[in-house]
């Protein structure tokens, strides 16, 4: 099972989200806390001056000497028209009755204006320590807000792996299945609810995956007894034709064709079975495949292909031994030697086995850019083909398996190279000679 990325966890993305809705609940209610607060604050202090306002009235009817309020949070002044105001500010003197707000000497107030008669009253509040209240109060909201989102992050986390945990232990479990081990039980365990549901669903996935395949199975079984036993009887009489010498030129050459083409017909029979049993092979893995020697034979076995305007060069600069089946990387070098006979009309083949690599460069009609890319697909045919268009899809399956890679070059009219390297994911074993 491939791991995954704590940012990419299911678990994560629950937790992420608690903490998230948790910081969005705690900024709204702080916000409106601190709106609240805010408001709360300045209507205390416009009512303490209004307050303040009053009672300096009423002890000025009483006794017009009485002096206004003058405290560290309050501070008043009386101001009569046609009189000296020396002792107070001349902004002060300015203002219309009602509410203000102003700094003096870099001191914010709050301030209220109001008229008696013919006089004007004017009361300030210091907000220093109103606004240090408030800085302390949004501190504690900012802490709590953070407390807050912590703790949610935490339940999320907790609950994320409550929830998750049954996805997890489903994506085990069905990491763990193969089709063929009929005891394992996906669903068991899990409760009737939607991961139950899916574990089912798995679970009659597998279920008709391991019917799907004891059909292939006995598929295959009876397609290896029908087919081989005919071809094996086809080419044993035409060996027997082979060495009969009451035969013409003629007659033997027809009996060649016939023994060759038995004999790639036996040869992709064993190819699409081992590619069908993938691992439940009947015949073991050559470790110490010869790749010269399988791809000489491939030359050999396809000569006959060869116009009579071309020439072969077959060079063995290396002696590759792979961990393959001889008949797989037959069928491979079968087919791109095969294409670069037949589709050379004059010129050259050039064909060079060397430690990491086969190589096959023809002078022939070449692919189009176009096609290039398109090659490897099943039945795709180029238009200079005359083939089925299963041979490279065939390759391409057989280099998938063994982690190999193919690459083609081709130029319309100048040829094709085609270059099988051996870069396999098996342990490649190579000796010098």
């Known amino acids: 099972m491939l791991p995954i990325s704590l940012p990419n966890s299911l678990r994560f993305k629950l937790a992420a989200t608690f903490a998230g809705f948790g910081a969005l609940v705690s900024l709204l209610l702080s916000m409106g806390l601190s709106f609240a607060a805010h408001n709360l604050g300045e209507r205390i202090m416009d009512e303490t001056l209004h307050a303040e306002i009053e009672d300096y009235i009423s002890r000025r009817s009483r006794n017009p000497n009485s ?12 101001h009569i028209p ?104 996906v669903q068991q365990g899990f409760p009737p609810d939607e991961i139950g549901k899916l574990a089912r669903v798995f679970s009659g996935y597998l279920q008709r995956m391991r019917a799907f395949i004891e059909r292939e199975r006995a598929f295959t079984a009876d397609v290896s007894h029908e087919l081989r036993t005919p071809l094996a009887i086809v080419q044993g009489a035409v060996e027997l034709l082979e060495g009969d010498s009451r035969l013409d030129n003629r007659q033997q050459e027809r009996i060649a064709r016939i023994g060759r083409a038995t004999r ?21 893995v050559e470790l110490n495949c010869d790749v010269g020697e399988v791809v000489r034979e491939a030359v050999e076995m396809h000569r006959y292909l060869v116009n009579p305007k071309t020439t072969v060069e077959f060079d063995r600069r290396g002696h590759p031994r792979i961990a393959a089946e001889r008949t797989l990387l037959s069928i491979v070098a079968a087919n791109l030697i095969r294409n670069a006979f037949a589709y050379t009309e ?13 190589t096959v460069a023809d002078t022939g009609l070449g692919i189009h850019e176009e096609e290039i890319g398109k090659v490897f697909q099943r039945h795709f045919k180029g238009s200079s083909s005359t083939g089925a268009g299963i041979g490279l899809s065939l390759v391409k399956r057989i280099c998938d398996r063994y982690g190999w890679e193919t690459v083609i070059e081709s130029n319309v009219g100048h040829g094709t190279t085609a270059q099988l390297f051996f870069v396999s994911r098996h342990r490649t074993l190579r000796s010098s000679s």
């Not at 339940?155 to 232990?169: H, K, S």
């Not at 790639?264 to 073991?284: K, S, V």
């Not at 004059?346 to 086969?358: A, N, Q, R, W």
Request: aromatic content about 6%.
């Open 82 to 185: 046609g009189r000296a105001a020396e002792d107070i500010p001349a902004i002060l003197v300015s203002l219309d009755p009602g509410k203000h707000q102003l700094t003096l000497d870099g001191i914010p107030y709050r301030v209220a204006v109001a008229d008696s008669g013919s006089e004007r009253y004017v009361m300030l509040f210091n907000e220093v320590r109103q606004r240090r209240r408030e800085e302390q109060f949004l501190f504690y909201l900012a802490v709590g807000a953070l407390t807050m989102i912590l703790i949610s992050a935490g339940i999320g986390w907790w609950l994320a792996g409550r929830v998750v945990a049954p996805v997890a232990e489903l994506a085990r479990r069905v990491g763990k299945a193969k089709p063929e081990d009929e005891t394992l039980d």
């Open 346 to 358: 004059s010129g050259k083949v050039s064909i060079v086995v060397e430690d990491d690599c086969l």
């Open 264 to 284: 790639q017909m036996i040869d992709l029979t064993a190819a699409l079975l081992l590619m069908a049993r993938e691992g439940n092979l009947d015949e073991p």
């Open 67 to 78: 002096l206004p309020p003058a405290t560290i949070s309050v501070r008043g002044y009386v």
